[in-house]
C-alpha cells in the first residue's frame, strides 16, 4: 500500500515509517519543513508538503494513497481543548478525501475514551461520546466520517515511551527537574498505562492492514503501573526526593498536569491482542525511565 502519513516526523510517526516500509508499504510523509522533507528522504519515504492547519494539503495528500494513518497532534496543553477540536476537523479533511472507497483510515485518540467507570480499566469495545475529555473530539470526528461511508479504525495511546521520551512522564521529569522533587498526590491508588515505541509502531501497521470499520485498539502493554512507582523512577533518574503531597498542594505543582496526575489512566489491551496477533515485547516504561538514570 502506499500509506499518507501524517505526524511522519514526530515521535510515534517516525518509528512508524520504517516499520510501514519493513512490511513491503510505501509511506508519503507530511512535513512543513525542509528539514523534516530531508529527514523523510533518509528514511526511506516521499516528503508531501503540508501541515495539519492546511486541510486542502491533508485532502490532497489523502487522495493519492490506498490509506491514511493519523498521527499528528498539536501537543501544546495549554490550549489542549483547542488542538482537539482542530484534530476532528483535521478527521474530516482526511476522511473527504477517502469517501467513496474502502481505503482505510487510522487515526489516534487516547486509552481515557474507553474508560467505563472510574477505577475500571479503559475497554477498545467502550465509547462516550459526551467523555468531558476533549479528546473526545478525534473519536466524534471519526464517527461522524465512518456514517458517510469512509474505513475509520482508532489506535487509543497509553503513555508511549523509550528511552528518551515517555508520553506525559517526559513533562513530569521536566517539572521535577525544575523543583527539584518528583511528586505524586498522597493517598492516590491510580495507575497508568503504557507501551514501547516500536510496540505501537507494529499496532498502526497491523491496524492499517486489518481494514476493519469502526475497530478501536489499544496502545497498551501494561495495564496499570501505580502513578507512585512512576514517580519514584523520576526521583531515581534524576537523583532527586519523592514526595506526597497533600490534595490541596497538587493544582499548583503540577499546574496543568494535575489534569492528568490524580486520574487512573488504567487500560486493558486484550481485545485488540486477540484481533489482531499484537504481543507487546518492548521494554517496560519504568525500565525506560531507569536507562537514563542518572539523567543525561
Known amino acids: 500500500m502506499r500509506v499518507f502519513l501524517t505526524g511522519a516526523t514526530g515521535f510515534i510517526g517516525s518509528a512508524i515509517i520504517p516499520e510501514l516500509i519493513g512490511a513491503g508499504h510505501q509511506v508519503l ?8 522533507a530531508r529527514a523523510l528522504a533518509a528514511a526511506g519515504a516521499e516528503a508531501h508538503r503540508g501541515d495539519i492547519e492546511d486541510l486542502d494539503s491533508l485532502r490532497h495528500g489523502a487522495a493519492g494513497c490506498d490509506g491514511v494513518i493519523h498521527t499528528a497532534f ?3 496543553f495549554a490550549h489542549f481543548a483547542r488542538n482537539c477540536e482542530k484534530d476532528g476537523r483535521v478527521i474530516e479533511a482526511l476522511g473527504s478525501a477517502l469517501q467513496g472507497s474502502d481505503r482505510p483510515l487510522v487515526i489516534t485518540s487516547s486509552t481515557a475514551m474507553g474508560s467505563p467507570a472510574p477505577r475500571e480499566p479503559a475497554l477498545e469495545t467502550y465509547f462516550d461520546p459526551d467523555h468531558p475529555n476533549p479528546r473526545v473530539a478525534s473519536e466524534l470526528a471519526g464517527r461522524a466520517v465512518a456514517a458517510r461511508g469512509v474505513n475509520v ?3 487509543r495511546l497509553s503513555q508511549i515511551h523509550d528511552v528518551a521520551k515517555q508520553g506525559l512522564v517526559t513533562s513530569m521529569v ?4 525544575r523543583t527539584g522533587v518528583s511528586a505524586y498526590g498522597a493517598g492516590d491508588r491510580n495507575g497508568w498505562s503504557a507501551a514501547h515505541i516500536l510496540d505501537t509502531a507494529r499496532l498502526f501497521r497491523l491496524a492499517l492492514e486489518a481494514r476493519a470499520p469502526g475497530a478501536r485498539y489499544h496502545a497498551t502493554a501494561e495495564e496499570t503501573i501505580p502513578f507512585r512507582d512512576i514517580a519514584a523512577a523520576v526521583g531515581r533518574r534524576l537523583g532527586i526526593p519523592v514526595a506526597a503531597l497533600a490534595p490541596a498542594e497538587v493544582p499548583g505543582h503540577f499546574g496543568w498536569l494535575a489534569t492528568f496526575v490524580g486520574k487512573d489512566l488504567s487500560a486493558s489491551s486484550a481485545w485488540t491482542q486477540a ?4 504481543s507487546p515485547r518492548g521494554p517496560g516504561l519504568l525500565a525506560d525511565i531507569d536507562s537514563q538514570h542518572p539523567a543525561t
Do not use: C
Open 153 to 155: 479504525s482508532v489506535v
Open 74 to 76: 498539536d501537543h501544546d
Open 174 to 177: 521536566e517539572l521535577a527537574g
Open 275 to 278: 484481533q489482531l496477533g499484537w
Open 29 to 36: 510523509g507530511l512535513t512543513r519543513s525542509d528539514a523534516g
